[in-house]
């Protein structure tokens, strides 16, 4: 049996046991589990059960937070307030290269570290090259700006009609709800504006307001998506208003939220959560996922009460050079995730922002993944690998070309396997020299 196996079943007895206690509880007691806020006059060991806790966290806090409990860890906003985000904090957790330790000296502005605990506990802590950790802690790369970067190179703020609401796409936009991450990647194609309260981007409810009656007025947009900064670092109540609040405009038909929490710190996947998401339906969410080390049971339970809301789960990955930009690193990924209910969507090439090219592969190195996954595995399994186009030209759809031309009245097609296949298409045009 596999490890993935042996994990999987350990959540699934977990949940299990929740449930059942849940279920078998009386009624007082049964509410009580049910809200968290009532928990708080449970025993800590019922408590506890609401989340599964990895023995590799485990032993990580116990390191590092000696006096912490279980039910601290598990508990989302103990995560945000623990942030490790100061240069001791990193110190003590992290053998800092000499690197590490000037580039993170000389920062300033938006995009500041920020690592939750549960994250870090991910990370190699004593190898600087270590995939997750480098996504996270900058290095002197990043203050390097190299030919076609921008701190805005999708254009957003061209495409922003209010403050906050990107509106490119005739049917859809983009909802900027908070500049607050539980977590700040060091490639984000946002830098610019998340993670800098009182900087130049502001979020604010009255900003929400103007977003809202903008939406009111516009009978084209069916389809919200709201992302940031990470929706989900917003309390329940506020997520719950302002979903409400488009939800409430009738020709809005179709909800998301793109957001990492569910990854780095799924503790904010609570069961109260979930009941907030699932009186808006039809809500779908966009995980965003690197690599395959983020793969926890953590992630196997939040991904589950998520799926078992009946939110369609999708993800998107950027395309990261060193990290994983590598079939053998894409493919148990894309597996895993199918694995947790989470259908591989988008794989994104890395965007050109300011001090990125560390980050970016070849355009080639993403189709050489989609065609080292293509055939060789499900099509459920292989994401749609897209360059959103620099200037605000919307997402570009790439992938191995598979027509070779044609003989008379057939097409010749390559297979997964590079052999050459013909088609009868005695009316086609594809393939023909003209
Ligand atoms: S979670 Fe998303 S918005 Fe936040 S820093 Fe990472 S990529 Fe940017």
Not at 172 to 182: I, K, N
Request: glycine share 8%.
């Amino acid at each position: 049996m596999g490890l993935e196996s042996a994990r999987g079943r350990a959540v699934r007895s977990l949940t299990r046991s929740f449930q059942r206690s849940a279920e078998t509880a009386p009624a007082k007691a049964r509410l009580a589990l049910a809200d968290p806020m009532a928990r708080r006059g449970l025993p800590e060991a019922k408590s506890e059960l609401r989340f599964p806790v990895s023995p590799e966290s485990r032993r990580f806090y116990r390191r590092f937070w000696p006096d912490t409990t279980a039910a601290e860890w598990n508990d989302w906003r103990w995560q945000l307030r623990s942030r490790i985000r100061t240069l001791d904090e990193l110190a003590r957790i992290f053998r800092l290269s000499e690197d590490e330790y000037a580039a993170v000296s000389r920062h300033k502005g938006s995009l500041p570290v920020g690592i939750t605990p549960y994250y870090a506990s991910l990370m190699g802590l004593n190898d600087s090259q270590e995939p997750l950790r480098r996504t996270h802690i900058m290095t002197g790369e990043e203050y390097v700006r190299s030919p076609g970067e921008d701190d805005d190179p999708l254009g957003e703020d061209h495409d922003t009609v209010v403050p906050g609401l990107v509106h490119r796409y005739p049917d859809r936009v983009l909802f900027l709800a908070t500049g607050t991450c539980s977590t700040y990647c060091r490639y984000c194609t946002r830098s610019r504006l998340v993670g800098n309260p009182g900087g130049e981007y502001q979020f604010s409810t009255k900003q929400w307001d103007q977003a809202i009656a903008y939406l009111q007025q516009h009978s084209e947009v069916r389809d919200v998506l709201l992302s940031g900064g990470d929706p989900l670092t917003l309390s329940d109540d506020k997520l719950d208003w302002l979903l409400g609040r488009l939800r409430a405009i009738p020709h809005i038909e179709f909800l998301r939220i793109g957001t990492k929490m569910p990854v780095v710190t799924p503790q904010r996947v609570t069961r109260a959560l979930v009941r907030v998401l699932k009186k808006h339906h039809p809500l779908w969410m966009s995980l965003h996922f690197t690599h395959p080390t983020e793969l926890t049971r953590e992630v196997a339970e939040s991904t589950a009460r998520l799926a078992d809301a009946g939110i369609p789960l999708g993800s998107q990955t950027v395309l990261l050079k060193d990290i994983n930009d590598s079939p053998a690193v894409m493919t148990p990924l894309m597996h895993g995730l199918l694995k947790n209910r989470v259908k591989p969507y988008y794989l994104y090439q890395c965007d050109p922002i300011r001090g990125s090219a560390h980050f970016r592969t070849g355009v080639d190195k993403g189709l050489e993944i989609i065609g080292a996954l293509r055939g060789h595995t499900t099509g459920y399994a292989t994401p749609i690998f897209v360059i959103d186009a620099p200037g605000g030209g919307g997402k570009i759809q790439l992938a191995p070309d598979p027509v070779m031309g044609r003989e008379g009245d057939f097409l010749l097609l390559r297979n997964f396997e590079g052999k050459i296949y013909k088609y009868p298409d005695p009316n086609g045009a594809l393939g023909r020299v003209f």
